[in-house]
Nanobody, 127 residues
Framework: QVQLVESGGGLVQAGGSLRLSCAASTRTFSLYTMAWFRQAPGKEREFVAAITWMTIGTTLYGDSVKGRFTISRDNAKNTVYLQMNSLKPDDTAVYYC???????????????????WGQGTQVTVSS
């Protein structure tokens, strides 16, 4: 069982930046493909970004965040990051970290692909 703990959320003005972190409690973190999802009130959980396991580092982004968000990982720290720039009010949501072992990144990646989830961190972007 892997525990994922997100941090870094908060309140930011439109156009600002935040960096989210997700720490994993596993010695085999490098074997996990990691992802970020988000869920706004009354909406479905939406895929944001994913990064493959090991040092392959292939990334995938949701259309709404391409060019603004960057996912990265530090296997030595068992941590995955989401750098969010040029934030918009529509980015307001609870952001969730997710992971699963040996998972291939693919264009239709969704919440059903991941077995392990964090409890989420709130990001609020004011206009």
């Amino acid at each position: 069982q892997v525990q994922l703990v997100e941090s870094g959320g908060g309140l930011v003005q439109a156009g600002g930046s935040l960096r989210l972190s997700c720490a994993a409690s596993t010695r085999t973190f490098s074997l996990y493909t990691m992802a970020w999802f988000r869920q706004a009130p009354g909406k479905e959980r939406e895929f944001v970004a994913a990064i493959t396991w090991m040092t392959i580092g292939t990334t995938l982004y949701g259309d709404s965040v391409k060019g603004r968000f960057t996912i990265s990982r530090d296997n030595a720290k068992n941590t995955v990051y989401l750098q969010m720039n040029s934030l918009k009010p529509d980015d307001t949501a609870v952001y969730y970290c997710a992971g699963d072992r040996f998972l291939a990144v693919h264009p239709k990646m969704g919440k059903g692909d991941f077995d392990f989830w964090g409890q989420g961190t709130q990001v609020t972007v004011s206009s």
